[in-house]
């Protein structure tokens, strides 16, 4: 799974990236040309748990890409300095979801572009640059099909209708600055614009960077926020990327002294991490054994052969059945062995939809 973290210029994006990765690229909020990438594990007491128990040779938690682009500049008069840069563009397009990230924070130091702090407007600016590209794309296509379309065999004829009445539907909300990701595209539809990896159809995480002085109300000026857009797949978690940053260099006891101190619960970065995870509709299975105890990403709804094929593509052409177990199950009776003879371990076939939490082993012909 791969994530772009977008936002304007002195947003706090480039900061957000160094406390989810503990990286340490150089920020400045001037919208400079370095791409940063860096992956970051999947927080999850699950596996940590089954850990403790199995004690294998290693854990191995899932991970998550995060692709830091470089800042989107404006003008003081609040215009875009200018389209998004093609190569920036082909990057966006290729990641799962975006992480944008909206400025709520007052530094003097780091005077905002526009010379305020408006979370809301902002936002907007963003997407409105993202309606744009992708109605662009739209226009394009558009005037390819009705003009050369209806050439082809009776079958490229009919795929041809049958993009362009999508996009059709598309075109008027895109016009009206609305994101693809709020029609509510059937899967069908879904199927036959997926090819374009458009910009507005993804997901979006919203991280409302707030200030050291912000915090205790934070969750308030979240809500605020969320009350103002209505979007469909999009989310808003409010952290001060600056703090996290700070508490990520500490020991982890001087860490959690720090948030306690702060009147935070728990790591705000583990919280957008979750969230990423369940805005893309993500969950994970575990495997066990003395080697190594493991998480894997599947999306919700996916089958046992799927989980298979997640696990080595070998798998899923020699799947037998699958043997599953609730993680808590599992921790309970301590081995697999004794959840068996406990008839706790359930033999599954090629349909069954994995459930979040599931230990899985599979048995497969060689």
Same mark, same amino acid.
């Given at each position: 799974m791969q994530i772009a973290i977008v936002g304007l210029a002195r947003s706090g994006k480039t900061t957000v990236f160094n406390s989810l990765t503990r990286g340490a690229a150089e920020t400045g909020g001037f919208g400079g040309l370095t791409v940063n990438t860096g992956v970051v594990k999947v927080p999850d007491e699950r596996l940590t748990r089954l850990t403790s128990v199995f004690q294998p040779r290693r854990e191995v938690p899932a991970d998550v890409t995060y692709v830091d682009l470089p800042a989107q500049a404006i003008t003081p008069e609040g215009a875009p300095h200018g389209d998004i840069p093609a190569d920036q563009l082909a990057r966006l397009r290729n990641v799962d979801a975006l992480v944008h990230v909206v400025r709520a924070f007052q530094d003097d130091t780091v005077p905002h572009p526009l010379l305020s702090i408006d979370s809301r407007r902002d936002l907007e600016q963003l997407e409105l640059e993202l309606t744009l590209a992708d109605l662009a794309v739209v226009e394009k296509r558009l005037d390819k099909l009705r003009t050369s379309g209806r050439h082809g065999t009776p079958a490229e004829r009919e795929a041809n209708e049958r993009e362009q009445a999508v996009l059709e539907r598309i075109l008027p909300a895109l016009t009206e600055g609305r994101p693809i990701r709020d029609l509510g595209l059937s899967s069908d539809e879904a199927l036959r614009i997926r090819g374009f990896r458009f910009l507005t159809e993804k997901p979006v995480l919203v991280l409302l960077n707030v200030g050291e002085a912000d915090l205790v109300r934070k969750e308030d000026l979240a809500s605020a926020l969320v009350a103002s857009i209505d979007h469909h797949m999009t989310s808003v978690v409010p952290l001060s990327a600056r703090i996290e940053m700070e508490i990520g260099? @500490? %020991?982890?006891?001087?860490?959690?002294?720090?948030? %306690?101190? @702060? &009147? @935070? %619960? &728990? !790591? !705000? @970065? %583990?919280?957008?991490?979750?969230?990423?995870?369940?805005?893309l509709g993500l969950i994970s299975f575990f495997t066990v054994g003395p080697d190594e105890t493991r998480a894997w990403t599947v999306t919700r709804g996916s089958t046992a052969v799927d989980a298979a094929g997640a696990i080595h593509s070998d798998l899923a052409r020699g799947f037998i059945r699958a043997e599953v177990i609730g993680w808590q199950d599992l921790l309970e009776l301590g081995s697999m062995a004794e959840a068996k003879r406990h008839g706790k371990v359930r033999s599954e076939g090629k349909t069954y939809a994995v459930q979040d939490g599931d230990v899985i082993e599979i048995l497969f012909n060689v």
């Open positions: 260099q @500490l %020991e982890p006891d001087e860490a959690e002294a720090f948030r %306690e101190d @702060l &009147g @935070l %619960e &728990g !790591s !705000s @970065l %583990e919280r957008v991490v979750r969230a990423s995870y369940a805005l």
